[in-house]
């Protein structure tokens, strides 16, 4: 296990809670990688805790699919496959809907500033080539839309959908077609909603993930090609 992250201590929540999110985030992020096995002993040293919070944090992730139990080999992160991807899309295209529908009834002249600042604000991260950071202007620009939707639930909802991807956001970012695509796709949505066009946003929005599901099946892709070479490579090791 190489990959870099810590525990971030929170005095409002239990320790099980602090474990839990830290690893959570860990998955997301992409620092804890899709097949990636998740050793307890190794765990409870680096975060500094004892093993109870590290296994009562992996049933809890378990349960959210993002970590699987291999009998004989312990719990790993668990792989996306194309079958969870398009379920998670499928499910985020009808409540985007949704969300589009209620925003272009609520939305005030200020949240249209806001929104349009935040498709700028998008475009102007591209230049810095923080993927990290473009990931997290994506999602400001969604949120916005979200809450103008005014339902809590539908937020709530919302954002757990967009998190269970969250780890091949960056990959896509990575294509600079990609990144130009997306500037585009965010001024024409804004545009749609400051129109009140509730049609027109939702086929944008449904296109918008649409390409989005495309370039992440593309990174999956590579992403197995990869391991099932390191399998191979592996093996042969082992039979010399």
Not at 166 to 176: G, H, I, N, P, Q
Request: charged share 35%.
């Amino acid at each position: 296990m190489t990959s870099e992250f810590s525990v971030n201590m929170n005095e409002y929540l239990p320790l099980r809670d602090v474990v839990f999110n830290t690893l959570r985030q860990a998955i997301l992020k992409g620092e804890l990688k899709p097949g990636e096995r998740l050793m307890e002993i190794a765990l409870a040293e680096r975060l500094g805790v004892s093993r109870t919070p590290i296994r009562e944090a992996m049933r809890k992730l378990e349960l959210e699919g993002l970590v699987v139990m291999i009998p004989r080999r312990g719990a790993q992160v668990a792989n996306i496959t194309e079958k969870d991807l398009n379920d998670v899309l499928e499910v985020r295209i009808a409540l985007e809907n949704v969300a589009i529908e209620k925003a272009c009834k609520n939305m005030s002249q200020e949240d249209m500033s806001r929104l349009w600042l935040a498709a700028k604000e998008f475009e102007h991260t591209i230049a810095e080539g923080n993927l990290v950071k473009l990931a997290q202007a994506d999602v400001a620009f969604h949120e916005i839309i979200y809450q103008a939707s005014d339902n809590k639930r539908l937020i709530q909802v919302l954002n757990n959908m967009r998190e269970q991807i969250y780890r091949y956001r960056v990959e896509y970012l990575k294509e600079s077609e990609t990144r130009a695509v997306l500037v585009r796709e965010h001024e024409e949505l804004t545009k749609a909603i400051k129109d009140r066009d509730v049609k027109r946003a939702q086929q944008l929005s449904f296109q918008h993930i649409e390409n989005q599901r495309k370039a992440i099946m593309r990174s999956i892709e590579t992403e197995n090609a990869e391991r099932e070479k390191r399998e191979k490579e592996k093996t042969k090791s082992h039979h010399k």
